[in-house]
């Protein structure tokens, strides 16, 4: 039996580790023309309650070291190619960190109807999902589809998450967070600033004959005037569906409202296909993108292809490529490329 299994069978305490290294290189003469990042994570949960009026109860971490490998950072790689947004979801600053990023208690009552989750919270992790384009660790790596850069979120913030379950066809979510939250402070240096963003999500869960799984997410938020930016609201659009075993499809629309100084309409579609070719674990996709900053009358727009070589059980390869037109801080450059690989371990 392994620890992982024997934590789990007797001390009810799931863990898990994911490295992750992504390498990036753009085209047309860049300087810098590369960046490349190490993410190291430990996370878990650790199942402390199960009881029949109290229902169930869990305390959850998630740790992350993270390292820049090359001389430009994510963020500087991304201005010199000129998009709106940046060309992985992994970018800091400074050359390393390590932070405790998340630490919450989650409670499951009235039969799992009803989840409670308070604590330091990834706000994106409750408002800005998607089942084929919502991570940049496993399927597409740039923003517009790994993410949905044209909201203003908290990163990791002090908040309170309440998640009701009425049926399987549909969910409701609402949520309240530190508005100056950071992912590298603890969040009690803030709070007392009682300065929110606040979220309301709408999400229909269908399941249609012959195609399989849906969801349909509707998101509204509004965040308080900070000392970093003004009170402002916005609106999210998050589709996926099944259509059969194997291919699936997604639409994402974002509005922020252009005092933000964010991108104020962004659009992103694309497909996946699980196990192409009968190759099983892999996955490829390709998405298409159109933003619009809300100070700049460009138009941008990206193709993005990627294709995940499952390795061994636990280890993955994906090269990627993003195409980038009219790249809005660049406004005197037509079209480039950023070609990309990205290995993962999960353990």
Known sequence: MDAKKWLHDKAKLEIAMQQLIIYQSATGGRNPNDTAISNST????????????????????????????????????????GAAWDTNDFGISTRDRTALRQLWWEQRI???KLVLTAGKLH?????????FAGSGS???????????PARLFPSDALGLNIAVYPSNNYYLTFGLHDANGKTTTSGFNSIDESEFFKAFLLGLTPVFDGLGQGNYRF???????????DDGLGFLV?????????LGVFLK??????????????????????????????????GLSWDSPGNSARDEYAIETFYRVQL????????????????YKKENSGALAVFGLRFRALF
């Open 123 to 131: 706000t994106e992790n409750f408002y800005d999902r998607n089942s």
């Open 253 to 286: 629309y974002g509005y922020s409202e252009p005092k933000l100084d964010k991108i104020e309409h962004l659009i992103s579609t694309g497909f996946v296909i699980r196990d192409p070719w009968k190759m099983q674990g892999d996955l490829m996709g390709a």
């Open 42 to 81: 430990f996370f878990g949960q650790w199942h402390l309650v199960d009881h029949p009026s109290f229902g169930k109860g869990s305390l959850g971490y998630y740790i992350e070291r993270r390292d820049n490998l090359a001389d430009a950072t994510v963020p500087e790689f991304s201005d010199e190619v």
């Open 138 to 148: 496993t399927k597409f790596v740039s923003q517009p589809f790994a993410v949905n």
């Open 238 to 246: 998050s589709f996926d569906q099944e259509l059969g075993k194997s």
């Open 110 to 112: 009235l039969e799992e």
């Open 312 to 327: 061994t059980t636990h280890m993955q390869l994906t090269p990627n490529v993003v195409f980038i037109f009219n790249p």
């Open 219 to 229: 998101t509204f938020w509004h965040t308080d005037e900070t000392d970093d930016h």
